[in-house]
């Protein structure tokens, strides 16, 4: 998915920084909720 950016080119590197950031956290929450939620069903 696309990063968001919130404010223009000056700014770019540290938006880039920030959604790496975001994807790396967001990946392996959305993997343990998933677990999770799989689990609920067993």
Partial sequence: ?????????????ENGALSVATDASVVPC??????AAILQFF
Avoid: C, D, V
Wanted: proline share 11%.
């Fill in 30 to 35: 959305a993997l343990i909720f998933g677990a």
């Fill in 1 to 13: 998915m696309p990063p968001i950016t919130i404010t223009g080119g000056s700014r770019s590197l």
